[in-house]
């Protein structure tokens, strides 16, 4: 079964600009989740999809940032326009509903730098 | 969310047996305890989660007290490659008590070492 998948690997771009991140989630998963981790700081809740509607998205840092699931299948994340704070690596979770214990499993990150 | 509390950083021989306990005195009833390993460059691993007693699965053991006011994470006979931060998470799924989303909090983990 092909893991939680997320493109591009790494990303530079200048201030200013957009990007956006894409995440596959483990297939039939219908919970997908966003988080980052700044130059330092611990890993942060960013975003909650429940199939295609944001259950949660108390983490998302101000009005750049556009998290978009439609289909319900994968998911993107959208700066616009990147500021030099936003540099860090973003993780994409997935996961099943199983009520009381719900394990996300998490992709590889994407490292994104804004210069 | 509950608080928890971890060493910082440990250093372990290869082929010793690793034990990281982590505090988490305001464990909710339903909370689950839940152990993600990181590498570098990489996203957090899923590695066993548990309720109560003792876990085990083919990676480590969980190991937790009556009170579940703490936890032990146990590696066994640790290598090289089990070098990595090691994360203690609680929390539980809110389909458990109500609406909401289960956003993992991260605190900072501990690095473990394993020297040769």
């Known amino acids: 079964e092909a893991g939680v998948t997320q493109f591009p690997s790494h990303s530079v771009i200048e201030k200013g600009q957009t990007v956006t991140l894409r995440c596959d989630p483990i297939?039939?998963?219908?919970?997908l989740y966003w988080y980052r981790r700044v130059m330092g700081k611990e890993i942060k809740f960013l975003l909650h999809?429940?199939?295609?509607?944001?259950?949660?998205e108390s983490g998302m840092p101000n009005n750049r940032f556009l998290a978009e699931r439609t289909g319900g299948t994968y998911s993107t994340l959208k700066v616009q326009p990147a500021e030099l704070e936003d540099s860090g690596v973003y993780f994409c979770?997935?996961?099943?509903?199983?009520?009381?214990?719900?394990?996300?499993?998490f992709g590889p990150g994407t490292r994104l730098t804004v210069l | 969310l509950a608080k928890t509390t971890q060493p910082i950083s440990m250093d372990s021989y290869e082929g010793q047996e690793v034990n990281i306990t982590c505090s988490h005195n305001?464990?909710?009833?339903?909370?689950?305890i839940t152990w993600y390993q990181q590498f570098p460059s990489q996203g957090p691993r899923f590695i066993i989660q548990?309720?109560?007693t003792k876990v085990t699965n083919e990676v480590a053991s969980l190991f937790i007290p009556a009170d579940r006011k703490s936890s032990t994470l146990s590696l066994p006979r640790v290598s090289l490659s089990d070098t990595a931060v090691y994360y203690c998470?609680?929390?539980?799924?809110?389909?458990?008590?109500?609406?909401?989303?289960?956003?993992?909090?991260f605190g900072k983990g501990t690095k473990l070492s394993v020297i040769p």
């Open positions: 548990g309720y109560k």
């Open positions: 999809f429940v199939k295609e509607s944001k259950q949660d």
């Open positions: 297939s039939g998963h219908d919970n």
């Open positions: 979770a997935s996961s099943q509903d199983y009520g009381g214990s719900d394990t996300q499993y």
């Open positions: 305001n464990i909710a009833t339903n909370d689950y």
């Open positions: 998470l609680v929390g539980h799924h809110p389909a458990y008590s109500g609406a909401g989303s289960y956003q993992l909090t």
